[in-house]
């Protein structure tokens, strides 16, 4: 027993804990399932499991045989895709691949009533002041009824909302919304700091995450971990939803109730990681959305921009910086006002 845990602290030493957890071991639980029960001596036509290493007699460093040695070449190369393929895993369980939301238009449509219903006549508020700040940047024209009338309509709103739903669980714009609960708990958190401040989270996180790294290491520890365990829960319910396939037809093919049975099992496995996987990116959220309330003036200032004084301030001043980062035209970083005096002359 010492020997092997000494080997499993060696592995995850050598691969790193994020690919360990990630990629290694929820490949390592497809494939020794595969090995040893879907096409195993006892279910399948094998004598025995798949064995890539018949020429080790002996166990490998007195623990391991070859048919464990070949669980653990496949796992690492399976979990060496897995970790490659992340960001395809991720958009999948958003729901965001091509033909997605038709496969799952049923949960699509229930998520675009539900917005229609909660958050469109917020968005439509919002979208009403923002272009009255709009005509008042333009023509320095501030209507101050009207913008307190739409700032009651939308306390109004929000109270109605939160009474049957204290959690956000949608995103205000429409066209985030996605047919799943895990791509839409995604959705909020890259919304959040368009909404608030009018800040391109996409573009800004990595500044963002420069600056807390310098200011708040133990918030970057935070928001790494809890990405990582979104990792090991959407890819172990990937796992699931594979063996689900294969068992369901294996159980038809062989007139197998073992193979059914353990399709059942692999199908609340999956409903269990994936009820968890929306959760965790909920928390992960939160501690995202932390990172641009208290991190991201600093970012002006390394820009060397004066900071807004209040909130509609700093909607421009993030929209024109982030038009400048993305199209590169000098004219929309000579609009903001910067920290040195001499260079707003």
């Not at 094998?46 to 890539?52: E, I, K, V």
């Not at 691949?97 to 949960?107: A, Q, T």
């Not at 469109?120 to 307190?148: G, H, N, V």
Request: net charge negative.
């Amino acid at each position: 027993m010492d020997d092997l845990g000494s080997f499993v602290e060696s592995l995850v030493s050598q691969l790193g804990r994020a690919f360990f957890l990630a990629g290694f071991v929820p490949a390592l639980v497809f494939v020794v399932i595969n090995q040893y029960v879907l096409f195993g001596p006892d279910y399948g036509d094998a004598s025995s499991g798949l064995n890539l290493f018949p020429a080790v007699g002996t166990p490998w460093l007195g623990l391991f045989s070859g048919e464990m040695l070949t669980s653990i070449v496949l796992s690492l190369m399976l979990g060496l895709i897995l970790v490659v393929l992340n960001s395809a895993v991720i958009k999948m369980f958003e729901g965001l691949l091509h033909g997605s939301k038709l496969l799952l238009f049923p949960f699509y449509l229930r998520n675009l009533r539900h917005h229609r219903t909660h958050y469109a006549p917020i968005a439509a508020r919002q979208q009403e002041r923002r272009a009255l700040l709009a005509r008042f940047e333009e023509t320095e024209e501030y209507d101050e009824a009207a913008d307190m009338a739409i700032f009651d309509q939308l306390n109004q709103l929000h109270e109605e909302k939160e009474k049957s739903e204290p959690i956000q669980t949608l995103p205000y714009n429409q066209h985030r919304v996605r047919p799943t609960g895990f791509g839409n708990a995604w959705a909020v958190m890259e919304e959040y700091p368009l909404v608030r401040y009018g800040l391109d989270g996409m573009l800004f996180w990595p500044y963002i995450r420069e600056i807390i790294s310098v200011q708040n290491p133990n918030l970057l520890e935070e928001i790494d971990s809890q990405k990582l365990v979104i990792d090991v829960v959407v890819n172990l319910a990937l796992a699931m939803i594979l063996l689900f396939l294969e068992g369901l037809i294996l159980g038809i093919v062989r007139f197998q109730w073992q193979m059914l049975a353990l399709a059942l099992i692999a199908s609340l496995l999956f409903l269990a990681f994936y009820q968890a996987s929306v959760g965790y990116a909920r928390s992960l959220g939160s501690l995202v959305t932390k990172g641009y309330d208290l991190y991201r003036l600093p970012v002006l200032d390394a820009f060397g921009l004066v900071r807004p004084d209040d909130l509609d301030e700093e909607y421009w001043t993030w929209t024109r910086l982030s038009a400048f980062l993305r199209r590169g035209e000098p004219l929309y970083f000579e609009m903001l006002e910067r920290s040195d005096p001499r260079r707003n002359s």
